[in-house]
């Protein structure tokens, strides 16, 4: 059971724009930042968006993050057959002595 | 550039000790600008922070595992390691090696990642 609650799957036609969710608490996303990772079969998860929605380089200005609350989300505009892949939001966690904290992956098929 | 690499065994045996090690190549595992963590993803699964250490040995587990996982770092060979004990079924994972900021809550994202390595638990 993951700590961050995200859909497990999403779909959309190339072009789209697609939305995919992250909902926390005031101890997790409420209260620290978020961050999305990508991942392709079989191999290591690559960090997607960063702190305030900083994209490392080489990540396309398609991709972006936003907080609002306890929730978070990641936008894909003007989709792309290549970024079907899965997705992962992580954020810090405040509760105890602070840990991190992952979502369960939201699966995005590109139709 | 910084590059991580795990090590270890690809089987281990139900009820024994998981042992991993994660090298650090293009960086120092004795920045203090970095701590290292392992995180670990079932086959089919969504992925499970373990827990990271500091070059000073100051180590956070995840609190559903803390019980079974102990952390530690060898600065002279820059390497870091993963013990986890009495290991069942539901171990058998891709093991990952990642790094992330000081501090984590400020500067928390996984980068760089390792290749991962698969550990089954079966006797």
């Known amino acids: 059971q993951s700590v961050l609650t995200q859909p497990p799957s999403a779909s959309g036609t190339p072009g789209q724009r697609v939305t995919i969710s992250c909902s926390g608490s005031d101890s997790n996303i409420g209260s620290n930042y978020v961050y999305w990772y990508q991942q392709f079969p079989r191999t290591a998860p690559r960090l997607l968006v960063s702190r305030n929605g900083q994209r490392p380089s080489g990540v396309p200005d398609r991709f972006s993050g936003s907080r609002s609350g306890t929730s978070a989300s990641l936008v894909i505009s003007g989709l792309r057959s290549e970024d079907e892949a899965d997705y992962y939001c992580a954020s810090w966690d405040d509760s105890l002595s602070g840990y991190v904290v992952l979502g369960g992956g939201t699966k995005l098929t590109v139709l | 550039q910084v590059q991580l690499q795990e090590s270890g065994p690809g089987l281990v045996k139900p009820s024994e000790t998981l042992s991993l090690t994660c090298t650090v190549s293009g960086g120092s595992v004795s920045s203090g600008s970095y701590f290292w963590n392992w995180i670990r993803q079932p086959p089919g699964k969504g992925l499970e922070w373990l827990g990271y250490i500091y070059y000073s040995g100051s180590a956070t587990y995840n609190p559903s595992l803390k019980s079974r996982v102990s952390m530690s770092v060898d600065t002279s060979k820059n390497q870091f390691s993963l013990k986890l004990r009495s290991v069942t079924a539901a171990d058998t994972a891709v093991y990952y090696c990642?790094?992330?900021?000081?501090?984590?809550?400020?500067?928390?994202?996984?980068?760089?990642w390792g290749q991962g390595t698969l550990v089954t638990v079966s006797s």
């Open positions: 990642a790094r992330i900021g000081s501090p984590p809550k400020a500067l928390g994202w996984f980068d760089p």
